[in-house]
């Protein structure tokens, strides 16, 4: 769900269905991180990011928390169940055996059946 919000039906599909990694420079690119950084470097920008944040009035820190969190809280309000009880499906189905091994590519996988 964050994916397809984040990057687009089409590319978060792709993703999804082809189980690849998405790169940190591509990542950045699309717009699903706001920084890429060396891990050591992770808590100093965490604590710099919240100081600026915390120096702002307490009314703009509401406002824009509401503003920026709209889509979010939209979104999981309307997909979040659809999203959920798809997964549990997939969960449950993945349980049973597959009809004809051979189907699956990946030899590693085989082994699970």
């Known amino acids: 769900m964050a ?3 984040l ?4 590319r978060a599909a792709y993703y999804i269905y082809a189980a690849k990694s998405i790169p ?13 950084l060396p891990r050591e470097e992770l808590l100093d920008r965490s604590w710099e990011l919240a100081r600026f944040i915390m120096k702002r009035p307490r009314y703009t820190r509401w406002a824009t928390h509401n503003i920026v969190s709209r889509h979010w809280k939209k979104t999981v ?4 169940g659809f999203h959920m009880a798809h997964q549990m499906l997939a969960n449950v189905a993945s349980k049973s ?3 004809d091994p051979e189907l699956l590519a990946d030899s590693d996988a085989r082994k699970l059946f």
């Open 97 to 99: 055996r597959v009809p």
């Open 77 to 80: 309000a309307e997909d979040f």
């Open 3 to 5: 994916l397809q919000a």
């Open 24 to 36: 940190a420079d591509k990542a950045l690119e699309w717009g699903i991180v706001s920084d890429v």
């Open 7 to 10: 990057m687009g039906p089409k």
